[in-house]
């Protein structure tokens, strides 16, 4: 039995890894022109009949590969996510291209836990303490053509910082997936 839980152990930890994050952070972007960005998400269903058009808007910059689906009910939600690889002139193209199609730019997805080279758009995939919501005055200044790379992910990361504590069952708890954050202290709101 023991020997059963410690192969289940060693399996799991080999699956998903010990520091995904950190291993994440220490490997080299690889150039567009080799690994093309992914976008994937969904559109507001009043587009539905213009997807393939809408689609071609989405891959207008090159170097993509575009997978979109119709949301089944009205509008999308309005969280992105930018994989920390994407240049910005890609980022901005599409964060620009999904406000029109999508529910816009509500919320940001810390890009540890995304691809390197993939956006989301209109997506329902995370959780709300993996997403950080923003002004529209921030979505604003992630679309200033003026940002190089760099600036573009560091103003990203800054917008999607995590919160600390995070609401559960009307309590403020400590963020679990913020590494280190595993403090068991419950605060009262």
Known sequence: MVKRMIFCMVFWVSLFGLEPVATQAETECQLVEKKKIKVEGYISKKFRKERKRITKEFAEMGNTRIALRVFPMGK???????GRCVPAYIARHVLTTAKKYTGGIGS??????????????GTTIFDEPSQQKVTGEQASQLLNPSLDDKNFHALYQKFSKQNKLVPYFGLKVPNAKIPGNTN?????P
């Open 76 to 82: 999308t939600s309005n969280v992105v996510a930018v």
């Open 108 to 121: 940001l997805v810390v890009q540890g836990f995304i691809p390197s080279h993939w956006i989301g758009i």
């Open 184 to 188: 068991s202290t419950v605060l009262s």
